[in-house]
């Protein structure tokens, strides 16, 4: 019964400590950034830095007019860049210009 019971907790805890499934969207940040110019026309759209409690991280939008596609990128600073959605249709939203005396 113990033997049982001692199996069953160290495949339970190796099953909670395994990198999750979304872990296999990860890479070298260079070869995901040319994968993104390359087959899917992408450029750099946007970023910043995400601050976190246990490290900061790059969030970056990729997209591309050509064929309305986007990436989302977190790159660690480790090099490795996970991608954490992608999608069709890309839009932007354009700021309305502020005209000097007039209140914005």
Request: hydrophobic residues 45%.
């Amino acid at each position: 019964m113990f033997k049982r019971l001692l199996s069953s907790a160290l495949i339970f805890g190796m099953a909670a400590i395994a990198p999750p499934a979304v872990a296999a969207s990860c890479a070298p940040r260079d070869g995901v950034v040319e994968r993104l110019q390359q087959a899917y026309s992408e450029s750099l759209s946007a970023g910043g830095l995400q601050k976190s409690q246990t490290v900061d991280t790059v969030v970056e939008v990729w997209s591309s007019t050509e064929t309305g596609s986007f990436t989302v990128l977190v790159t660690h600073p480790s090099g490795i860049s996970c991608i954490v959605a992608s999608g069709q249709h890309y839009f932007e939203v354009a700021t309305p210009a502020v005209l000097p005396g007039l209140p914005g």
